[in-house]
């Protein structure tokens, strides 16, 4: 007899009190006979008969009572804990992080946890009763309708929904659908079947996720930019070399050619041409070089080469530029990547202001306090549009947005308060490497 029998059998249901019961009702069996067939002759075996009769007969009814007391009991004991367990069910159920819906084979919510009404954003006692389809896409209904069918004659317990593809969900009362990942269980109570979906909404995941692939293409985008732009460049100062500096010094031998056969009274005419060859040939090269790589900014820091930009380019585009400046002795020592990283910052938003914005103004500020700079550089002009951001070969906005990222900065382009173009750039003085975890 294994346990479950012994707990179900009564404790005083021994073999010897059964062969007592059945020895006792075959005593009183005799009893009956021998006085219903000598009774008329022995009066008193008749009355002895009648009183154990009643004795049996109260002592029965007696222990029926006792039975029935008992199993009242039993049964009392049995539905606490009965609702004991069906409570820690549902704490259980209810502290769960994920959301846990349960519905009938009508697709009628029975079940809705604590979880769901936040993901779901309603009361449990609005949805119990109600159709799963609130929750549900309109375009997804019938598919899923189908999905539940097929799995509950399929004699799977359970699985993972979607397959590998994104599921969504429905916002109570609204429009707002959003991602989530789900496994689906089904169980049998007498003739009636439940479904169970344990769900969870994977909505920042799934944002992190885009952003990740879009970064990703991006960089690729960028990539092949860079080698692109890399191949303009080389042409770009290859033209500029042939076409201006070549120029200059073909011009600069022809003119040393023609002073060694020139008259003494030409030849002072002959040098200060050559004089002003000379000049030009060292402006264009300071322009070149300045334009590969700013000297000054190696030289007389980031303060003064941010200046001098600013200056040139308010000279050269026609644009009212002011500048501004704090905490400039915080820039000693500052890591060369920085340093070029705000310069190239301040350069590429000033070129975008000349060729795009059609301002009039522009500002820059830049302040370096507590390990961190921070760069601001706006204008009054047309402002950028939200596309213009995104598009594939937009490469200075990315680029900048890469490197400033790569020293662990951030970068934000947002609509100015004059009506045109805000950028601000935040970046730590000493580039910050960022660890892998343990």
């Known amino acids: 007899m294994d346990g479950a029998q012994a707990r179900s059998s009564p404790h005083w249901l021994k073999p010897w009190v059964i062969a007592a019961g059945v020895a006792g009702a075959a005593g009183i069996g005799v009893l009956n006979f021998t006085a219903a067939q000598f009774g008329d002759s022995?009066?008193?075996?008749?009355?002895?008969?009648?009183?154990?009769?009643?004795?049996?007969?109260?002592?029965?009814?007696?222990?029926?009572?006792?039975?029935?007391?008992?199993?009242?009991a039993e049964s009392v004991r049995m539905r606490t804990v009965l609702d004991a367990t069906q409570a820690r069910l549902a704490a259980i159920v209810d502290s769960a992080m994920d959301a846990i819906i349960?519905?009938?084979?009508?697709?009628?919510?029975?079940?809705?946890?604590?979880?769901?009404?936040?993901?779901?954003?309603?009361?449990?006692?609005?949805?119990?009763?109600?159709?799963?389809?609130?929750?549900?896409?309109?375009?997804?209904?019938?598919?899923?309708?189908?999905h539940i069918e097929q799995f509950?004659?399929?004699g799977v317990t359970s699985r993972r929904m979607g397959d590998g593809t994104t599921l969504w969900g429905l916002r109570a009362g609204t429009d707002e659908e959003f991602p989530i990942e789900a496994s689906i269980s089904q169980a049998t109570e007498g003739k009636r079947r439940f479904f169970t979906v344990i769900l969870r909404d994977i909505t920042v995941r799934k944002q992190a996720e885009d952003a990740l692939k879009r970064s990703e293409h991006e960089l690729r985008e960028l990539s092949a930019r860079v080698l692109e732009a890399r191949e303009e460049e080389k042409t770009h100062i290859a033209r500029e070399l042939h076409d201006e500096l070549g120029q200059l010094l073909t011009a600069l031998k022809m003119d040393l050619a023609s002073l060694r056969e020139a008259p003494p009274d030409k030849r002072d005419e002959r040098m200060q041409e050559m004089g002003r060859l000379l000049d030009q040939t060292v402006t264009a090269t300071r322009r070149i070089s300045a334009d590969l790589r700013?000297?000054?900014?190696?030289?007389?820091?980031?303060?003064?080469?941010?200046?001098?930009?600013?200056?040139?380019?308010?000279?050269?585009?026609?644009?009212i530029c002011h500048i501004e400046m704090s905490g400039s002795d915080a820039l000693e020592g500052l890591s060369g990547s920085v340093?070029?990283?705000?310069?190239?910052?301040?350069?590429?938003?000033?070129?975008?202001?000349?060729?795009h914005s059609g301002a009039k103004s522009a500002w820059v500020a830049f302040a370096a306090q507590n390990g961190w700079i921070d760069v601001a550089v706006e204008d009054d002009g047309r402002g950028i549009a939200p596309e213009d951001l995104d598009k594939a070969?937009?490469?200075?906005l990315k680029g900048m947005r890469e490197r400033i990222a790569y020293l662990g900065g951030?970068?934000?382009?947002?609509?100015?308060?004059?009506?045109?173009?805000?950028?601000?750039?935040?970046?730590?003085?000493?580039?910050?490497?960022?660890?892998?975890?343990?």
């Open 42 to 72: 022995v009066p008193w075996l008749v009355a002895t008969d009648l009183v154990i009769d009643l004795a049996i007969l109260a002592t029965g009814i007696v222990a029926v009572i006792i039975v029935a007391m008992r199993a009242e």
């Open 102 to 146: 349960t519905v009938d084979e009508s697709q009628h919510i029975v079940l809705f946890n604590h979880a769901a009404e936040h993901v779901f954003r309603c009361r449990r006692e609005d949805v119990l009763g109600t159709s799963l389809d609130r929750f549900l896409p309109a375009r997804f209904r019938a598919a899923h309708h189908g």
């Open 152 to 154: 509950s004659w399929n």
């Open 294 to 319: 700013p000297l000054m900014l190696d030289d007389l820091g980031l303060a003064d080469a941010a200046q001098w930009l600013v200056e040139e380019f308010a000279k050269h585009s026609g644009i």
């Open 339 to 355: 340093s070029t990283a705000v310069y190239r910052t301040i350069q590429e938003s000033l070129t975008n202001i000349g060729r």
């Open 393 to 396: 070969r937009s490469l200075g």
């Open 410 to 438: 951030s970068l934000e382009i947002v609509r100015a308060a004059r009506g045109g173009t805000r950028l601000r750039a935040r970046l730590p003085m000493r580039r910050r490497v960022q660890r892998e975890p343990a």
